[in-house]
Nanobody, 124 residues
């Protein structure tokens, strides 16, 4: 499976964006699909993930503002981002794994397929 992220851009604080990550080369129905972000000068950090059974998990910093979803028929995972803040400015990466264990859901090391980043810039 290969991943291709899109949907980044420039938005004002309080605005919304929806990121998409399209998979190719295989079916994603049994994969856990996640979003991570890397802010300038920071380590890549967990944002959200969705299991094959659609259970979702979020970082505390985005809970209530971001929503992760998946469409297996389209081979795509989405990240709807509302009430954006300047501190959400980052490169956003999608990731996938079909072997991840529960304790690794929020860890970069738990995912073995990564897409390229898509830049989100939130202006104040």
């Amino acid at each position: 499976v290969q991943l291709q992220a899109s949907g980044g851009g420039l938005v004002q604080a309080g605005g919304s964006l929806r990121l998409s990550c399209a998979a190719s080369g295989g079916t994603i129905s049994r994969y856990t699909l996640g979003w991570f972000r890397q802010r300038p000068g920071k380590e890549r950090e967990f944002v959200a993930t969705i299991r094959w059974n659609s259970y979702t998990y979020y970082a505390d910093s985005v809970k209530g503002r971001f929503t992760i979803s998946r469409d297996n028929a389209k081979g795509t995972v989405y990240l709807q981002m509302n009430s954006l803040k300047p501190e959400d400015t980052a490169d956003y990466y999608c990731a996938a794994s079909n072997t991840i264990i529960q304790s690794n859901l929020r860890q970069k090391a738990g995912y073995d397929v990564w897409g390229q980043g898509t830049l989100v810039t939130v202006s104040s």
